[in-house]
T-cell receptor, first 112, second 119 residues
Framework: DQQVKQNSPSLSVQEGRISILNCDYTNSMFDYFLWYKKYPAEGPTFLISISSIKDKNEDGRFTVFLNKSAKHLSLHIVPSQPGDSAVYFCAATMGGAQKLVFGQGTRLTINP | GAVVSQHPSRVICKSGTSVKIECRSLDFQATTMFWYRQFPKQSLMLMATSNEGSKATYEQGVEKDKFLINHASLTLSTLTVTSAHPEDSSFYIC???????????????FGPGTRLTVL
């Protein structure tokens, strides 16, 4: 049972444009959501997170939007840069449990 | 930022042998460490939660006798894959939680992962 889903395995965006990565979840008990970035042969690095009491959180070029009614979150990167090319994972947790449930990941490629 | 290391980064072994993977928090003490497994083109799956000085908590479907976890100190957790078989071939990643940083999961720092190939 995949509780966190990233339905797009890959995304290609031109440098300077906006990248939008999507994530859906099924468990309404999740109350905290995170995005991680992962390069090949490296562990995931934390990007940005959002609590279920908010619908938007912004940090520099990265903004995460949460739509609880739709059980959907998205990560916006603008402007996209070549160094943003990586695999992006969304993850969810509940009750501060620290146990992360990950999506399958989306490979983002930024084209010059 | 906090650094977590894993050793080895890559290991190839014969079927039936045991393999030990180390996870170290280099500049902080981690009361809790997590072990994940990632199969190709799939998400990271939590295998177990390792607490210093106590037994690990395993996720449903993960064999505790096959995947032995030891969290002997606040900076080291080890995962031993016993009697490894080809289906155990995977990318194993650990993470460490920095204490006192709040109750949210953004305090988890991930290691670089270990690629295990069982022949």
């Amino acid at each position: 049972d995949q509780q966190v889903k990233q339905n797009s395995p890959s995304l290609s965006v031109q440098e300077g444009r906006i990248s939008i990565l999507n994530c859906d979840y099924t468990n309404s008990m999740f109350d905290y959501f995170l995005w991680y970035k992962k390069y090949p042969a490296e562990g995931p690095t934390f990007l940005i997170s959002i609590s279920s009491i908010k619908d938007k959180n912004e940090d520099g070029r990265f903004t995460v939007f949460l739509n609880k009614s739709a059980k959907h979150l998205s990560l916006h990167i603008v402007p996209s840069q070549p160094g943003d090319s990586a695999v992006y994972f969304c993850a969810a947790t509940m009750g501060g449990a620290q146990k992360l449930v990950f999506g399958q990941g989306t490979r983002l490629t930024i084209n010059p | 930022g906090a650094v977590v290391s894993q050793h080895p980064s890559r290991v190839i072994c014969k079927s039936g042998t045991s393999v030990k993977i180390e996870c170290r928090s280099l500049d902080f003490q981690a009361t809790t460490m997590f072990w994940y497994r990632q199969f190709p083109k799939q998400s990271l799956m939590l295998m177990a939660t390792s607490n210093e000085g106590s037994k690990a908590t395993y996720e449903q479907g993960v064999e505790k006798d096959k995947f032995l976890i030891n969290h002997a100190s606040l900076t080291l957790s080890t995962l031993t894959v016993t009697s490894a078989h080809p289906e155990d071939s995977s990318f194993y990643i650990c993470s460490a939680r920095s204490p006192g940083a709040g109750g949210f999961s953004d305090t988890q720092y991930f290691g670089p992962g270990t690629r295990l190939t069982v022949l």
